[in-house]
């Protein structure tokens, strides 16, 4: 069964453009080194200011644990610290179809 | 520019699996007769019952504008009304990287 994540990550002001350039590297990497991974893409919010949404979409739920266990993702982990204004928010939701 | 969306849909309590057969034949017609579609796949909450949201993921601005013209989606609109418990609610986003 298909695995859906929205991730939302609130910024510190000011800080978008470096947060974007190092997400898209991170994004990269996912894309390049997951075979389970179906879409990962970092999209911004049209009306809340700072906040990023990463949509996300695996194959099933061991290409979700393979994402959290991978190296690129467990390296890019304190990267993410001096960019954030809270913690992120991470719903998980459930593919039909 | 790539545009993603997150439309939560919540539908009335019991019907799930009919609103789930009813969504399932217009994601087909999406993947099948969109070029511009990237994702399109419908995803049920953990923690809200009768509860969906649809992450999609378009190529460009114009990629979505189609989906919203699609002879398909127009086909669709009206079969949505009676599983709906409220008006869906549809956020888009801009891309990044």
């Known amino acids: 069964m298909t695995i859906g994540v929205v991730a939302t990550i609130r910024i510190?002001?000011?800080?978008?453009?470096e947060f974007e350039a190092f997400f898209t590297g991170l994004a990269k990497q996912v894309r390049e080194n997951e075979p389970g991974n179906v879409a990962y893409q970092l999209t911004k919010s049209r009306t809340e200011p700072n906040t990023y949404k990463v949509l996300e979409l695996y194959k099933d739920q061991d290409a979700l644990a393979a994402h959290g266990a991978?190296?690129?993702?467990?390296a890019a982990g304190p990267g993410f610290?001096?960019?954030?204004?809270?913690?992120?928010d991470v719903e998980y939701l459930d593919g039909v179809g």
Chains 1, 2 share one sequence.
């Open 81 to 88: 610290a001096p960019f954030l204004a809270g913690r992120p």
């Open 70 to 74: 991978s190296a690129h993702f467990k």
């Open 12 to 17: 510190q002001d000011g800080k978008g453009p």
